[in-house]
């Protein structure tokens, strides 16, 4: 029953897609340097959470997203994992009990969010599925468990639906065959979010592509600010910019350089940045990274619509009824008339005459006729008095006895 | 000849009112065993904790407003016409407020089934006090609306009737029955305007998102301006059958004609400025503004009391007349087995009983012993829970051969009916007070916390869930008498026995001809309910809407 708030979710999404993308066209970006206010520390309620290692797992794009609950971390079975994940709005999350004795206790939700999480501790083999439509960041807890660090957190980003684009990489063929040199083996179609930490490490010539041919990860998302270093954990590798968004002062190593050399570089610029290493080129040693043109906080979406669309289900919810309702009030009146005769002086009919008369019982003549002048209602008087007296004690008992005594009091 | 022989077309409207009505407190009823089995932990399998908020609200609206305005209308629409003798002025009309109130009624009530039904995509667990921060389906607040508006079309209904009537007999004086439910419909109008502010301002664009956030304090306040009114529009209705039909059941005459109209006058007058004794523990309302509405409201007891003494002064007058003696010997001579009159005397029981109720909740400093606590459904359950729903049922065993020319059957399930139903709600009621005493909060559906132990001065609260349950089995099964005796009379042959009953109701002993002329004159009523609104509720929204109308704690939007 939580699920079912339509219009004025979509309302607050589009809103907010709204709100990002002035914010970042105007270039008011606000990058914090944790998405989450520092939910995952011990500063927040409860103890830190060790299975927040600083990563957003990015499940962007995806229809259905689980999250499991129980999982191993914080000292035993009281970890949500993944601890943070990014979704895009519409994403169905599953969140399934592996162990015993755990809730999902919302500790924030965007404006206009619906999400009430799971109230009641629930054990193994549970469900609990929620729909995410409005944009923003979702922390939650584990009641029994939040002092040993068992919290989370879902960001919602925005709708994604073309224009915008600032906030998701557009890598467009840069990781295949299609683009100079060949496909990098060690990409599997996840860009690793990074967004919020103020240092982030690339590892030139790690293992993959064949070889010690890989950048790893191959690619990253960053927020504006963060300082990235490139570490050589092997021989022979360089970093050719092949891409970079205008503005950017970036221009990698065109050195060959061996193991132990390190390369950094902060990333002010907002986009996407490609480049390569020229001896491995052919192997697909190839590495892209993203930089984020708003909040880390993913609060807005990049595009979608700028009116809010109506919705032809409610419209069709309120209209519905009552296309069958007033026929079906109006079918049965005419066939309740038809059948009482009402059209029959109509129709030419109607010789039936009336129903029977209905006679009724005779009025009762009373015992003895009393007046107004030989009546006097003594026995009224006397019942009220009686109450009065019942009515004045129950009220000097209940101010008295239980308002100012305050307790359980009666004759106790 | 009796009532559906005179007015045929009249008599189908209130039968078709009555069906709503009869069909929703079923039920109403139902959902209301399975409230009381959840909450006292006898049965927790059938919905979960949270659609226990659907359940709660699906009965609260059934019960309180649907079964009591679809039967109030009914009701008016039979005494207004027959008091009159006149039909109303064109059916097509007011078929379409029925209709009206009949596609509210299903909207809203499909609206919180949503809440518990999947593939239904509303939801309404905004219990029947629906103010924000509760939000509901727009086809909830919708469906309300159109309850509202159809009710108001019934009292344009009577009020056009009254005019025709007044303008072919300029001399007379308005029969009592019409009065009572013209005045009653007055009091309607006024205090539904709360509501449809609430509602068509706030709540509605709130629920379709065209505006982001209303302000809880003056939604509330909104609410209760409605709120307490609202009670006085089913209690009326009891009177009007109290006033004027109770009388005859028991053998006698109204004791005096001018005090109904008096009392009914001070409830137009008092109903409304006193809302805000329903929210005594609310912040942002000012002590001073709530200690003048509860002095409005104390003022307010004084209709009641004088309605006491007069129908229970009409009550013994027919005692008397049926040979009763004594001070307390006459109580005997009653017709007890009369399910119509038994019933209406047992609500009158019940009523005295919450009256003193009533007086606790009133009381700014005592209120505080039982702000929202399960004292106060208790109290709710015997005002209109068994005052107003008792009533109906009674005068549904007189009324009903009236409407159809049936005569009544399953007269003895009948007769049981009206002692189970009281029975049944002295252990609910009285069990729910205690409960509430002991501190368990009501509008929860599992009322237990770690480190918290209700204590309860004599026996446990195990032993009063047990009553509370034991009692809505009991009220159950009257209602299943109820609607049973309603069915087969309904299903029974138009003509073929004479009737138990007859319509005729005799003259009151002091007719309307002692009192003064301008209590006929509603326009003086009317203009002084509104001059003590503006004083009692003017300076509390307008602070309010200063404040910000739609964004609390800002400057005025518009500004």
Redesign the interface.
Known sequence: MSDRRYSRRRFLRDASAVAATLGASTGLSAAASDPYGGWFTGDARGAATENYDGTTVDKTGQDAVTVQVGAQGNGGSYAYAPPAVKISPGTEVTFEWVSNTHDIQVESAPSGASWEGVDTIENEGYTHSHTFETAGVYKYYCTPHLSLGMKGAIVVGGSGGGGGGSTSPEWGEWFTDSARGGAVGNYDGSTVDKTGQDAVTVQVGADGNGGSYAYAPPAVKISPGTEVTFEWVSNTHDIQVESKPTGSSWSGVSSIENEGYTHSHTFETSGTYTYYCTPHLSMGMKGGIFVTGTSAAGGGGGGGGVLPDLNWWNVAWIAGPSVVAIPSILAYLLWDYHRAGAFDGLLGRGEAGPPPETPEAPPATPERELGHDEYDPWGTATLLAVYFVIISVAWALMYFVEFLGNGPHIFG | ??Y??DF?GEA?VVRTAFAVAFASIGLGGALGVLQALFRTGYSRSLFS???YY?VLTAHGVLMALVFTTFFIVGLFAWGVTRSLDTGFRDLRFT?GWL?LM??GT??AF?SIL???VGFI???A?VLYTFYAPL?A???FY?GLALLVVGSWGAGVDYVLTLRDWRADNPDERIPLQTFMAVSTMLLWFVCTLGVAVEVVVFLLP????LI?RVDPLLTRTLFWYFGHAVVYFWLLPAYFVWYTIFPKLS??RL?SDPLARVVFVLFLVLSTPVGVHHQYGDPGLSQGLKFVQMTSTYFILLPSLLT??TV??S???G?????GE???G??RALPWENPSFSGIALAGLAF?AS??GG??NAGL??N??VHNTMWVPGHFHLTVGTAVALTFMAITYWLLP?LT?KRLRLRTLAAVQPYLWFVGMVFMSNAMHRIG??GVPRRTSEPQYEQVIF????ASIGELHLQTVGGAFLLFASLLCFLAVVGSTWLGE??AK???????IPSA??GPEHSPRVLDDFRVWVALTVLLLLIAYGPPLAAMVQNGLFAPGSAPIPA
């Open positions: 000849m009796t559906v022989d045929p189908r904790a949270v659609d659907s078929w209709a009949t596609l299903l909207l499909v949503g809440g518990i995509p509303t939801h667990a939000e389906s727009p086809t919708l709130w629920s379709l998102g982001p053998g006698g004791f006491a003494f229970v002064a009550m013994e007058h005692a008397r007349q049926r040979g004594g001070r307390f006459w109580l005295a009256g003193f007086m606790v400093n005592v505080a012993l009236q020319g005493l002991a204590n309860t001065p004599i138009r003509g004479p009737l138990a009953v007859n319509g005729h002993l002091s």
